[in-house]
């Protein structure tokens, strides 16, 4: 067998005298016996598989449905779903505001599982025997209310993500419609996917400051922070003609967010809410120099100003530990 890097780094350490022959034969018999991690090998194989099933389950439905017929299919999927949550609830943690034990990582797989299957059984229902009819909210509206009761109850941050998304599904399916009929033009949806992105994040704000789920704050402020950033950015620049939000509105509200997000970052040192402020709050104030102030009138200013605000964005990134005020570890 041959050497591995911990025995060629011994034996140079004991060669240069920093390491007595004793010292470096335990910790040489140490590396040889620890135990070895599987834990990413094991949840890749896990992910895998849980690919493969769904994969094969599916084409072999589609292959065989007319002799399994449709009843039997739902029966299966509900059965699954309800085995899966059936589980889940058996170990469940008991609930708090914090942050609680995790019951290990099969419950946890299932429970998610279980709200996929779900979602599944809900997209046939309403595709085979339209359950909903042309009551789409309603079907958005079921997984989102099913959804945040399992994420509070059971702590999980998977679906929570999860209801955060079937909840913008709902305000889509429940604004667009009428904006498409007013104006047909679906670009209407900026104002109310503004108001929902900032009412996540608002949302997420008031979990971290009252220890209300705090650990949830992250999923409300990523999802919510990007979905009000990209409506009014789009509001920015499609106008009220498109969007039905006045520039006068977007703009304080976008610098403001990303204020927001700027401050936010620095108090729980977050790298990603400071790019967000960072990268959508230099498009805001692009936008300020050249269409409202009028700062940057001609093709030399124009000019100039990508050079020098590309020069700092590369002191930003070089100090950007300083700004999160991130000490380094000695």
């Known amino acids: 067998m041959p050497p591995t890097f911990a025995d060629r780094l011994l034996a140079d350490l004991e060669a240069r005298g920093l390491l007595p022959p004793a010292q470096a034969a335990a910790l040489a018999a140490y590396e040889r016996q620890r135990p070895f991690s599987l834990h990413y090998e094991l949840r890749a194989l896990l992910y895998l598989g849980i690919t493969l099933l769904s994969g094969g389950l599916g084409v072999l439905i589609y292959q065989n449905i007319e002799r399994i017929g449709h009843g039997v299919v739902v029966a299966g999927i509900a059965a699954l779903m309800a085995a899966c ?17 995790s019951p290990g990582l099969l419950p946890e797989y299932l429970l998610l599982l279980g709200c996929l299957l779900f979602l599944v059984l809900e997209g046939y229902l309403q ?47 429940s604004i667009a419609p009428l904006a498409a009929y007013a104006q047909n033009d679906y670009a209407t949806l900026s104002g109310p996917a503004a108001v929902l992105g900032l009412g996540l994040g608002g949302l997420g704000l008031w979990s971290d400051l009252t220890n209300h789920k705090r650990h949830f704050a992250f999923a409300y ?30 703009l304080p509200v976008l610098l403001a967010t990303c204020a927001g997000l700027a401050w936010y970052a620095r108090r729980t040192q977050s790298y990603l809410f400071l790019l967000m402020g960072a990268v959508f ?14 700062f940057i009138d001609g093709v030399a ?6 050079p020098l605000t590309a020069a700092g ?18």
């Open 313 to 330: 964005v590369v002191v930003f990134l070089v100090n950007m530990k300083r700004i999160l005020r991130i000490v380094p570890r000695r």
């Open 281 to 294: 709050g230099y498009v805001a104030f692009s936008y300020l120099c050249f269409e409202v102030l009028g």
């Open 127 to 173: 595709a085979q025997y339209q359950l909903f009819g042309t009551r789409f909210g309603l079907a958005a509206a079921l997984p989102t209310a099913l959804f945040f009761g399992i994420a509070y109850g059971f702590d999980h941050r998977g679906v929570l993500s999860m209801a955060v998304t079937a909840l913008a599904s709902w305000v889509g399916v």
């Open 221 to 250: 402020l990523s999802l919510g922070g990007n979905l009000a950033l990209v409506a009014l950015t789009a509001a920015l620049f499609l106008g009220p003609a498109q969007t039905g939000v006045p520039r006068w509105v977007a």
């Open 85 to 101: 949550l059936a589980y889940a609830a058996r170990h469940r943690p008991a609930f708090t505001w914090g942050v609680a034990p």
């Open 301 to 306: 200013l124009g000019l100039l100003y990508f």
